[in-house]
């Protein structure tokens, strides 16, 4: 599958020497084997003509008007929708030529859109140029542009890990899980990192598993009927980067906002302008989604995330505040925050108040003594509100967590 969400970027690699490292596979850790990567390629009979269907208006809002059964070109049969977001949508697509499964993302006709295309289109064949070993990005197959549509051709994946989890009614995954996702992660954002580009919309649906495949375990409850609940563990760790269009340059201009709500960091917020670590920022609230099941921050407005940043870490450091532009002026008082007295509700000062510190919410997901405080560890390096003290993709790398776990 590919990316169903609206802001932001696509891709990412792994060093070699990672990648051939040995490490001991657990039950759910299964490679993707080649026919889960790429589908069974079915013998369909070529009819003789391909042709374009009549040529339809868009719709108000600018996406591409199809049938299912429609032709892309005469090289690509449309099969169903895969998902939509304010981009455009991505198209399951037969593609005649490679007789293979494919997603097309096809994106709105609108200028904006369409230049947010080009981009991730650039960034999409810069990382595969610079792609030294198995990527551990989305693979572009193609782009064209059609009937006024940029439309991107993708390798077909498994679900994103937000879809994972809604239908898994956001069972928390085990930490070895966790831990294999994560290291995938981080390696794919260093790739990108090393190449000066920032992914800048890093969050669980941008991320797909390769394998479409899980396992079904019994449940930790019963029903009063004596049913026993079950939960799915995907049967392989493999991942892959989405969603480039949001993808930036480090030597870009970074005075706009970035990053969906739930993973934005406190610099961007405040205004202080924004580089490489508001995507470790990002890492650090997926890490902690994929282990409790829930979004750590779940809010849609700017004094509130703030109130909720500083329940779960501690007091923002008075440097940041002072030096906050004139838009975000207005959340303090006295140097500190204007909570509870600038709430909009309390409804808001009961979000707030329900939350817990890092520590104490991730000893409630996680009982493995050892990996529980390294993990911990880990998250303050991420979460830290100076951007300029928060580790590094590389640096969260070299960490106990991941350099001590099971090889």
């Known amino acids: 599958m590919v990316p169903i969400d609206s802001s932001a970027p696509i891709m990412v690699e792994q060093k070699e020497q990672q990648h051939n490292t040995k490490r001991r596979r657990l039950a759910w850790d299964v490679a993707a084997s080649p026919t889960e990567q790429q589908e069974v390629q079915v013998q369909q009979p070529a009819p003789c003509r391909h042709v374009s269907p009549p040529k339809r208006e868009d719709d108000r809002e600018g996406h591409y008007t199809y049938s299912l059964g429609d032709n892309l070109t005469p090289r690509y049969k449309i099969l169903s929708k895969m998902g939509e977001g304010t981009f455009g949508r991505v198209l399951e697509c037969w593609d005649r030529q490679t007789r293979e499964y494919v997603a097309i993302k096809v994106v709105r006709s609108i200028r904006k859109y369409r230049d947010a295309a080009m981009i991730e289109v650039d960034v999409l064949e810069q990382l595969a140029k610079n792609n030294k070993g198995r990527s551990l990005c989305v693979q572009i197959r193609n782009w064209f542009d059609y009937r006024n549509h940029i439309c991107i051709v993708f390798e077909k994946l498994g679900p994103s890990l937000f879809d994972f989890l809604k239908r898994n009614k956001y069972s928390p995954f085990p930490l070895d899980l966790v831990r294999e996702i994560g290291r995938q992660l981080l390696e794919s954002v260093a790739y990108m990192h090393s190449l000066h580009l920032i992914h800048t919309d890093l969050k669980p649906e941008n991320i797909l598993l390769v394998s479409s495949d899980y396992l079904k375990l019994p449940g930790y409850k019963t029903t009063s009927q004596g049913e026993i609940y079950y939960r799915c563990l995907p049967k392989s760790s493999e991942i892959k980067l989405i969603d480039f269009g949001s993808t930036a340059y480090d030597n870009q201009n970074h005075s706009s906002i970035v990053s969906t709500r739930h993973y934005r960091a406190p610099e961007v917020i405040l205004g202080l302008g924004w580089s490489y670590p508001c995507d470790m920022w990002s890492v650090g609230c997926i890490l902690v989604e994929l282990c409790s099941g829930e979004a750590l921050f779940q809010t849609h407005e700017n004094l509130e995330h703030l109130a909720m940043m500083e329940r779960v870490l501690g007091p923002l450091p008075e440097h940041m505040i002072r030096k906050a532009n004139?838009?975000?002026?207005?959340?303090?008082?006295?140097?500190?925050?204007?909570?509870?007295?600038?709430?909009?509700?309390?409804?808001?000062?009961?979000?707030?108040?329900?939350?817990?510190?890092?520590?104490?919410?991730?000893?409630?997901?996680?009982?493995?003594?050892?990996?529980?405080?390294?993990?911990?560890?880990?998250?303050?390096?991420?979460?830290?509100?100076?951007?300029?003290?928060?580790?590094?993709?590389?640096?969260?790398?070299?960490?106990?967590?991941?350099?001590?776990?099971?090889?």
């Open 326 to 407: 004139r838009g975000a002026e207005k959340y303090f008082r006295r140097s500190r925050l204007n909570w509870p007295e600038g709430a909009v509700s309390r409804e808001s000062i009961r979000a707030v108040r329900k939350l817990d510190r890092l520590k104490n919410m991730i000893s409630q997901c996680v009982t493995v003594g050892g990996s529980r405080s390294s993990f911990v560890d880990l998250l303050h390096g991420l979460l830290k509100f100076d951007p300029s003290d928060r580790l590094t993709a590389q640096e969260t790398l070299d960490h106990s967590f991941f350099r001590n776990s099971p090889a």
